[in-house]
Every structure is written in structure tokens, then in C-alpha cells.
């Protein structure tokens, strides 16, 4: 029905137009209540009771608990997992980022460099006052103020094979976002002999890539798809062939998105399936790989 402004300035026009709003108003208002309801719907009962979770922590995380895949269940093992980040730079900050602002419960985080000033063209956490200090004391500072019911646990200090054998026991689940193949090798080694899971990221110029290891002894290490250091040149760190300023918060937010599924259960995960992002032609290929049977690092497994 279409009303003139002759019309609305009557009574009967200024009228209508009220109750209008007040319909408006009312269907907003039953919206809301039913959001609210399918949240608490999603929560079981002793949870809350029990206080897993705060109110607050229950509207925080609403639009997680909304989802089917989530739910109340899923939060809750978010809340009580625990996770280690390798790596503060490029890649760990959105990781870092997303995986608090999701609600994994105890973040570790792992790295020796300082905040530079070339590191702020991509590394989203920091900003000029964080100049010269330890990345993961600033990235502690930074996470608290974005999520307080997590916890964050700060080590300054380069991951070593004996470093990670004592680390990685404490956690759940391992991410790898650092920028060099040594630590790469270190973090799969360990990760395949202690059973963890391991979400590993690089990025290089304008490409990127993703993969889940060690799922199942059935599935591929990191090992078996790079048994070696790449030659040099063909596969250059930041410092050494730049990077696309938001090509690390394209593939850091797929790496938190695995770390979340496989945290709660939903979806697939990227198993024996390398992800790769090419930023300048907008391409995403996803590779089909196979564990190695003759890899040095995970054969035994696959045997025992």
C-alpha cells in the first residue's frame, strides 16, 4: 500500500504510520528473543549450572553456539582446549587473533624475535609502542585485552628438538607458522612422535599454504610432502623475497578455522590435502598427497 505525505500528516496517516513501528518494533524484539533462546537451547543445563561458562562468556560466544556444527558443546571444548602457536609473526597473528577471540582456553605461543618496524605492514597485533619488545609479551598484552577468559602463555625463546619434546606434551594441538624449515622439521618430529596434531602454514611473496598432520598414523607428516630444505631461492622467507602485506591474514584465518574444526568436531579438516593460495590470481588449488611409507620421520608409525 503506498501512503502520500498528505496522508501521513493527517491523524489517521500518523496513525498508521505508528503502528507500523510498533509492528516493526515487536517482530525485532521476537527476533531477538528467539536468537536468545536457540543460544540457551544450545547450552545444556548443567553447563551453566556449573559454570563452565559465565553469562557473559555465553553472549560472547553466541553467534558460535548458534551454529549446528558448534553448538554449546563444541564452546565448551574450545573453552578447555589448549593450544601451542609456533611463531608470532605474520601468521600468528591472525591465528593468534581468531583462536582467542574463538575461546580456546590456554594459548601457547613460542618465538624469539623482537617487533620491528618492517613486521607492522602484516603483523596485525602490534603497533609502534611495541617497538624493540619481545613479540609474544606484546602478543600477551594484546590477546588480554581482546578476550580476558583466556589464558596466554608467553615463551621468548627459539623452539629446539629438546625445547619441543618438553613443550609439546602440555598441549592438545600444535600450529606451525613459522618462517623456516628447521623449525618445521623440529615441530613435525616432535608433533609425530608425541601423537599431536599439527596445523601447518607458510606463506612466500604472493602464494600461501596450508595442511593438517599426523590425523591418523595412516596420514602424511610434513615429512613425507618436504623430506628437504628447498633449494635457496625457491622458496623465500619474508625478509629475504617480501610478502603481500594481507596475504597472512588470508591463510592464518584457515589455519585457525582447522584448529576450531578439528577442536569441535565440525567439517573436514585438511588431511592428506595441501591447500594453496595464490593472491595474485585469486586461485585456491587443493592437492591430493599421500603419506610416504619410506619417510624417515613417520614410517615406524605407519608399521607399528
Not at 163 to 192: H, M, P, Q, Y
Request: glycine share 8%; proline share 4%.
Amino acid at each position: 500500500m503506498d501512503i502520500t505525505f498528505d496522508q501521513i500528516v493527517t491523524p489517521q496517516g500518523a496513525f498508521l504510520v505508528g503502528l507500523i513501528c510498533v509492528i516493526y518494533l515487536y517482530i525485532r524484539v521476537l527476533r531477538r528473543m528467539s536468537a536468545e533462546n536457540r543460544i540457551k537451547l544450545a547450552i545444556p543445563t548443567e553447563e551453566v549450572s556449573n559454570s563452565t561458562m559465565s553469562e557473559t562468556e555465553v553472549e560472547r560466544y553466541s553467534r558460535h553456539i548458534m551454529l549446528r556444527e558448534i553448538g554449546g558443546q563444541g564452546q565448551s571444548k574450545l573453552r578447555k582446549a589448549k593450544v601451542l602457536v609456533i611463531g608470532a609473526g605474520g601468521l600468528g597473528s591472525p591465528v593468534l587473533s581468531y583462536l582467542a577471540a574463538a575461546g580456546v582456553g590456554t594459548i601457547g605461543v613460542i618465538d624469539d624475535d623482537a617487533v620491528s618496524l618492517s613486521n607492522l605492514q602484516r603483523q596485525v597485533l602490534f603497533d609502534e609502542d611495541h617497538l624493540g619488545h619481545p613479540k609474544v609479551f606484546a602478543v600477551k598484552d594484546k590477546i588480554k585485552k581482546l578476550n580476558p577468559f583466556i589464558e596466554i602463555l608467553p615463551f621468548n625463546r627459539r623452539l629446539t628438538e629438546a625445547e619441543a619434546e618438553v613443550l609439546f606434551v602440555e598441549f592438545d594441538l600444535i600450529i606451525d607458522g613459522s618462517d623456516n624449515f628447521l623449525t618445521r622439521k623440529i615441530s613435525n618430529l616432535v608433533c609425530v612422535k608425541l601423537k599431536k596434531p599439527l596445523v601447518s602454514g607458510a606463506i612466500s611473496q604472493w602464494e600461501g599454504q596450508i595442511s593438517f598432520f599426523n590425523e591418523t598414523k595412516d596420514s602424511a607428516c610434513y615429512s613425507c610432502i618436504f623430506p628437504v630444505e628447498p633449494v635457496d631461492g625457491l622458496a623465500p622467507n619474508c625478509a629475504e623475497g617480501g610478502v603481500m602485506g594481507a596475504l597472512p591474514g588470508i591463510v592464518g584465518s584457515v589455519m585457525a578455522s582447522e584448529v576450531i574444526k578439528k577442536i569441535t568436531g565440525a567439517g573436514e579438516n585438511l588431511t592428506n590435502k595441501l591447500l594453496i593460495f595464490n593472491a595474485l590470481n585469486n586461485e585456491f588449488s587443493n592437492i591430493n598427497i599421500q603419506k610416504n611409507l619410506n619417510c624417515e620421520i613417520c614410517k615406524e608409525r605407519h608399521e607399528a
